[in-house]
């Protein structure tokens, strides 16, 4: 993925998206990724496990994704 879509992906994971979700309901939000690009989104539900994320930090964490944690 590029840095571009990466930072799609990045925003949509801390901005759009209201924690606790499912993988089904974070895929869902901000009318399916509509903002992030399609081999990207192919490669999120490839590699994201069906269950339930507590945060931002838990998606980038399970997709092993370049992030700064919050304090």
Known sequence: MDAKAQQELTDH???????PVTKKDFVAACTNMAH????TKDWVMKAL???TF???EDIFHTLNLPHTHSH
């Not at 992030?36 to 081999?39: H, L, N, R, T």
């Open 13 to 19: 994971i801390q901005t759009h998206v209201v924690y």
């Open 36 to 39: 992030v690009p399609a081999d």
């Open 49 to 51: 496990p069906d269950r």
């Open 54 to 56: 507590s945060s931002a």
